[in-house]
């Protein structure tokens, strides 16, 4: 009901009529995101050869609701999976682990990537995935 109030009350302010309201409406659940445990592990072997087996680390699964989990759920069904790349300073994660600072997350206005090395491992990354999905099986 709040956002509701909020969301019509700033259409109001900008004199909409009421006609042009915006239509408020929400879901009970975003499914599950599912990383195919075949594909997960392969591409934990490619990126743990590109990057480094130091850098490259399962986490415990998060209640987090993210579109992605549509993407493995289509019919025939495509094996997926959803990586995070790490993006923080590593002094920024230094302190973290201190427990001296917390880490702001992807959507907080305070997330500040080391964007270089984060732009340069996420190709990477990205660019060994592909290279090996995509490679020929050997005969």
């Known amino acids: ?7 019509h009350a700033q259409a109001a302010s900008f004199g909409l009529p009421e006609a042009l309201w915006p239509e408020v409406s929400y879901s009970e659940s975003t499914p599950a ?3 195919d445990p075949a594909l997960t592990e392969r591409v934990k072997a490619t990126l743990s050869k590109t990057l480094g087996a130091e850098r490259v680390h399962t986490l415990t699964p998060v209640m ?3 579109d992605f989990a549509y993407f493995g759920r289509v019919e025939p069904k495509i094996p997926s999976l959803m990586f995070w790349l790490g993006a923080a300073k590593p ?11 917390k880490l702001p997350s992807l ?11 984060a732009i340069r491992r996420g190709v990477s990354a ?3 995935t592909v290279l090996d999905l995509m490679a020929k099986p050997a005969e």
């Open 126 to 128: 990205m660019t060994s």
């Open 91 to 101: 002094e920024d994660v230094a302190a973290a682990k201190r427990g001296e600072k």
């Open 64 to 66: 987090g609701a993210e």
């Open 1 to 7: 009901a709040g956002i509701k109030h909020i969301a």
């Open 33 to 35: 995101t599912y990383n």
């Open 107 to 117: 959507h907080s206005p305070f997330f500040a990537p080391d964007r270089e090395k």
